[in-house]
Structure formats: C-alpha cells, structure tokens
C-alpha cells in the first residue's frame, strides 16, 4: 500500500538537510540563511558538515546550494524533512 505524501511546493516554506563533504565553520550560518551547522564523520570515509533549517522557499534552497558550490564544497544529498 502506498502511502500518502502531501505535494511539495515551490514557494512555500520548508525544512531542508544539506550535507557537504568537508568541514564547514559554524560561524558561516548566517551565509546559509541561518541552517544550524553540525559536523560527523564516518571513519572510512570522510568528515562531513550537515546543514538543517528551514527555508523560505526553493529559492532559498537554490541560493544556498549556488553558495556551498562557489565555496567549492562537494554536495553529497539534499533532503526534504517537512513542509511549511
């Protein structure tokens, strides 16, 4: 049985996880429109920074993945947590 999801909209607010490769510096927050910055690592891999918010719109979303990309950080997944 499939279950229901509600459509994602463009322009409405949401909460995003970015996770990049690399350490990004808490202090940058306020560049990334204010997401919480945590970092983890996983010892066979590498260490990693995890971005969590809410933004405003998919805009949002695009300005701060534009951002991470011109700083040259490898974006590893992009999630969806929860609308509005």
Excluded: F
């Excluded at 997401?35 to 971005?51: C, G, V």
């Excluded at 998919?58 to 590893?76: F, K, R, T």
């Amino acid at each position: 049985m499939e279950t229901y999801r509600p459509s994602v909209s463009l322009l409405e607010p949401a909460v995003y996880r970015i996770s990049i490769q690399g350490i990004l510096d808490k202090n940058w927050s306020e560049y990334c429109c204010g997401m919480t910055i945590e970092h983890e690592s996983d010892p066979k891999r590498y260490k990693m920074t995890i971005l969590t918010g809410r933004l405003a719109d998919q805009s949002a979303l695009m300005g701060v993945l534009n951002w991470l990309h011109d700083l040259g950080c490898p974006i590893l997944a992009v999630e969806h947590k929860e609308a509005g």
